[in-house]
Structure formats: structure tokens, C-alpha cells
């Protein structure tokens, strides 16, 4: 979170995410999104750090991009004889993302006001009546880029109350049912596979559904639910990598085609985030366990993989097999992947099914007002932990008085084991399920939790058939060539032999990493050897996401065959 702050954020190319709109036409079609993705992520970070040199960052930002707009509201890149093409509706849709997010941390009302300058606008200019324009010729990959202006019309209408914004997301509706739109409700029920739905284009056509996710828990229309679930069962069971992922080439590909070599561009870093805020919309709308084990293994994994835990450089696709290619300068998904990691402190205390629960098991501390037996409770929650290296969670409670109120606690699905202990009384959890600690609570009570992080051993399947992972808990393993140099010289991966996980498995000391490093976790693999009275060697893994932050070339899928 703090090289996402440091050597990201407070880095940033503030003239080259700003002068499309000071200095009319932008110097790339989509050069617009970057200044609303900026303020989104920098407003969450500010909110989690109150960073001073953040603030003045991003009120500087703010301040140019608000005066920038057009009496009209328009507030894109293009000169207006090029108004409404490529990707103009887009950089509307980031910049209501941005500014709305800016309104909601800050309570600046000249923001708001902006924004439903915009909204307005594309009221005004798309629709069915005579001389609007029709929205799906307004963006690229069938029509799926501008109308996933959806979401932040949807948070518009709930900042506002107006009912022509609400309006407005039912006409994208039935402008995706066009003969010329992505029919991307109408593909999803004949065929339940989201190939099939317009191009296939993957970020564009998450961003719609989680729209139309937000726009479900406004409006509670029962038509709009089915295809969203639908839509997440096709990714999650059939086109998701072990890392929390989709995509290959920015597109879906058939059922569990999963390449994920270098030059398959897989993970594109929009992809990751976005998957993560679709599954931050089923949760709040099912409070169903499963949202939360998806959002956990795309911040463990590829989402914090895609950033360089030293310099803030980004990969845009990150491969599973190969170096990831870490670059610093400003594309779509250098601008989306600090964004998801700024999301992350919403995952670790928040309300599921009315209940305060515990999802997330990172160190953290968390205050609200409760209601107890009708009075207002003040509690504050501190998590202290150094997961995910140890498998021991300690919470401490101080409410403002003594008062009897449920908390959760998420399960793991990875754990097989799970107590919680409040005093003399333990408590024991099953997997992918919530555990409920319904009791009186007084201030300084301590709930200790313990829980068993096997380490798994996941098959390659169809597509690296006889490779296997290593999965610690949340946390995808992988080999990095830089740590491993000497053995990788004097052994081949293909002849190696895996000895039996539970005794061959161990933590080694951080103080064999290199000193620049970032991230305490190794583990050591010992592996038999091939050659005649040669002792067995180790093999060195570390968490995906920490691997290749020197530039070593990454193996997840390892050509080791388990024998007993």
C-alpha cells in the first residue's frame, strides 16, 4: 500500500494525464481515462492514509480538470468536430468515476456539480428521440466501451436522485439489445458463455456488468440479476487463472484455454481490477462467501503481481511463465492496477448480511457506530497480525460500553482448520463459510484466531498437462529464476522429482533474499535428485506476487512429477 502511495501516486505524470483537456485534442484516443483513474485511486489511498503531500496532489488535479470542462458539460479530449467518437464517452465515464469519488471523500460540491454537468450532457446527446445520437456508434468493441458509462451513471443517480440518469442506464439497457449492440443480456441467457457476448472483449464487458450490478442494488429488478450470475459463473469455472485472472490477448477465449506465457498476454491489469470490483458488487448484493474467496485471490495474486513492489512500474498483462515487463510510463492499465490495490482496505472489515465481519485477515484497524439493543455503540477493531506468513490472527475489541451484538468471521475456503477463542470459549469454523460470535462483548476482549494454511499442489490441466503449482493459503507460489541461478545451471527443471509435500515444504530465512527485496516470504522445495549419489537440492518459491521484482523470469507452472 505505501509503494503504491510513494512510488506510484505522488510519481505520477500529472502533465501527461492532463493535457488532453488543457490543450484540446489529447494525444491518444483514450488519454482521457487517466486523470478519473488517478483520482479515484488517489482519493481512496487519501482516505486510508490522510497523506498530506496526496491531498495537495490530487486537489491540484481536481482543481484543473473541473475548470477545464465546457459551459455544455462536455469534458472530454477531442476537438468538437470529433465530439461522441472512439473513446470520448469512455473518458466521460472515468472522469464521473473520478470526480464522484472525489465528492464522496472530500464533500467539494464544485465536483458534483461537474459531473452532473456531464451527466446532463449525455442525457441530452444519446438516447431514441429524434436527433440523439445512438450510443453503440459512439465507442469501440461493439458499443461495449461507451455503455459501460453504465456504473458511474448508476452512482450519479444515487448521488443525486434525478431520474433521467436512472433513465439513462435503461436506455444503454436497451441499446445493448440493438441490431447493431453486444445483446449482452439476451447472449448470456441463450448461451451462458460471455464469449459469446459481443466481441468478447473482456475489460469493456466486465465494466458492464458491474453497472449492471449497481444497477440491480438500486432499482432490486429481478431481470437484471440472472445474467450478471450467469456472466460470473461462465469466468469463475471457466476462464480464470489459478492468480485471480482472465483473459488472453484482452479477450475471452474458449473454456479453460488458459495460456500464460509472455506472448499470450494474459491478466491484463483493467481485467484484474475490474473482476475485483464485479465480485465487490456480488457480495454487497448476496453477501455470498464466494465473492469474497474470488476478491482475496486476485489481490494475493495478480493484482499485486502486475505492480513492482520497488519502483511503482506496472506490467500490463502478467504472465504466469516468463519476466513480467514492468514499464513506468502511462497506459490504461497503469493507470487501473493502483487503483485495485487502493480498494483493498475495503476488504478486510465490513458489513455482510447486517453483520460487521471480519473478510480479509490483514493488519488493520477499523472504527464505527453500532446499533446494540437500540443504542449506539462506538467500536473500533484492531487486527494484528503478519499474515499471510503466520497462521495466528489476534482481534481486540473496545467498544464504548458493554453491549451483546453479533461479529462474523469469513473462513477460508484454503484453510482446513479454523478456531476462535474469546476468553475460555472457542469457537470452530468451516470452510467457505461465516462464523458468527454471537455473545456481550466488553471493551479490550480479544478474539484469537488459528487456522491451518495447507500447502496445495494444483494440476496444470489442458493446457500445461504433467505441471503443477504451489498454493500457500491465498497465495500462488512461483519459481523466480533470480533466487534460483545456481541450480537452474547445473539442473533441468524437466528431470527434477518432487519429494512428498508435507515434509519437503518449509519457510527458509528472508535473510536469503536480496537485500533490495521486498517481501519476507521463501520457501524451500527439496526435490530428489536425477543423478547418482547426489544428495537432493532445494528449489526456492516465493508468493507470485512478490516474484520478478528483479527482473528474473517467472515459472508458476513447474515441470515436477510427484511420486510417493
Request: proline share 4%; net charge neutral.
Amino acid at each position: 500500500m505505501n509503494q503504491n502511495l510513494v512510488e506510484r501516486l505522488l510519481k505520477i505524470d500529472e502533465e501527461g494525464i492532463l493535457d488532453g483537456y488543457l490543450q484540446r485534442p489529447g494525444h491518444h484516443p483514450w488519454a482521457g481515462e487517466h486523470i478519473g483513474k488517478y483520482l479515484e485511486a488517489a482519493c481512496n489511498v487519501w482516505k486510508n492514509t490522510h497523506n498530506a503531500e496526496l491531498k495537495i496532489q490530487m486537489d491540484r488535479l481536481m482543481y484543473l480538470l473541473i475548470h477545464s470542462q465546457k459551459e455544455d458539460g462536455y469534458l472530454g479530449t477531442y476537438t468538437q468536430d470529433e465530439y461522441w467518437t472512439s473513446w470520448d464517452v469512455w473518458s466521460h465515464k472515468y472522469n464521473l468515476y473520478g470526480l464522484l469519488a472525489y465528492y464522496n471523500t472530500t464533500g467539494y460540491k464544485p465536483a458534483l456539480e461537474a459531473c452532473k454537468k456531464m451527466g446532463n450532457l449525455l442525457c441530452a446527446t444519446f438516447g431514441n428521440k429524434s436527433g440523439q445520437k445512438d450510443i453503440i456508434l459512439a465507442g469501440t468493441h461493439v458499443g461495449m466501451a461507451a455503455t459501460s458509462i453504465l456504473d458511474p451513471m448508476v452512482e450519479l443517480y444515487r448521488y443525486t436522485g434525478d431520474k433521467k440518469y436512472l433513465d439513462f442506464c435503461y436506455y444503454i439497457l436497451e441499446a445493448w439489445e440493438q441490431n447493431n449492440g453486444p445483446k449482452i443480456i439476451s447472449r448470456l441467457l441463450a448461451t451462458g458463455n460471455v464469449k459469446d457476448v459481443g466481441n468478447g472483449k473482456a475489460y469493456e464487458m466486465i465494466s458492464n456488468f458491474t453497472g449492471l450490478a449497481k444497477l440491480y442494488r438500486v432499482t432490486a429488478d429481478k431481470k437484471i440479476l440472472t445474467p450478471i450470475l450467469i456472466a460470473w459463473k461462465s469466468i469463475a469455472d471457466n476462464k480464470l487463472y489459478i492468480t485471480g485472472t482472465t483473459s488472453s490477448m484482452e479477450y475471452f477465449q474458449n473454456d479453460n484455454k488458459l495460456p500464460a506465457e509472455i506472448n499470450d498476454h494474459i491478466g491484463e491489469g483493467c481485467v484484474t481490477t475490474t473482476w475485483i470490483q464485479f465480485n465487490k458488487e456480488l457480495l454487497a448484493i448476496t453477501g455470498d462467501i464466494k465473492y469474497l474467496e474470488q476478491i482475496e485471490n486476485s489481490i494475493y495474486n495478480h493484482l499485486l503481481a502486475a505492480e513492482n513492489p520497488q519502483t511503482g512500474c506496472v506490467s500490463y498483462y502478467t504472465p504466469l511463465m516468463g519476466a513480467k515487463p514492468y514499464t513506468c510510463y502511462i497506459t490504461c492499465c497503469q493507470s487501473s492496477v493502483p487503483r485495485g490495490i487502493a480498494l483493498t482496505p475495503n476488504f478486510t472489515v465490513g458489513t455482510v448480511k447486517n453483520i460487521l465481519t471480519l473478510m480479509l485477515y490483514e493488519p488493520a484497524s477499523y472504527h464505527q457506530t453500532i446499533l446494540a439493543a437500540g443504542k449506539k455503540i462506538n467500536l473500533s477493531i484492531n487486527v494484528v497480525t503478519n499474515f499471510p506468513e503466520t497462521d495466528e490472527v489476534t482481534v481486540v475489541l473496545n467498544t464504548s460500553q458493554t453491549a451483546f451484538f453479533p461479529i462474523s468471521l469469513r473462513v477460508p475456503g484454503w484453510c482446513t482448520s479454523f478456531t476462535a477463542s474469546v476468553g475460555n470459549t472457542t469457537y470452530t469454523g468451516i470452510s467457505n463459510q461465516y462464523l458468527t460470535l454471537n455473545r456481550l462483548w466488553k471493551t479490550g476482549e480479544k478474539i484469537k484466531i488459528s487456522f491451518k494454511m495447507p500447502v496445495q499442489i494444483i494440476g496444470g490441466g489442458s493446457n500445461y498437462p504433467n505441471l503443477i503449482a504451489y498454493k500457500r493459503g491465498p497465495q500462488v507460489l512461483a519459481l523466480d529464476e533470480s533466487l534460483n541461478g545456481n541450480f537452474l545451471k547445473l539442473n533441468t527443471l524437466e528431470a527434477a522429482k518432487l519429494l512428498p509435500v508435507e515434509n519437503n515444504f518449509e519457510k527458509v530465512q528472508e535473510s536469503i533474499l536480496p537485500k533490495q527485496w521486498i517481501g519476507k516470504q521463501v520457501y524451500s522445495v527439496k526435490l530428489a535428485t536425477t543423478k547418482k549419489d547426489t544428495p537432493s537440492q532445494n528449489l526456492l518459491l516465493v508468493p507470485f506476487a512478490d516474484a520478478g521484482q528483479n527482473n528474473g523470469t517467472v515459472k508458476v507452472w513447474l515441470p515436477l512429477h510427484i511420486y510417493k
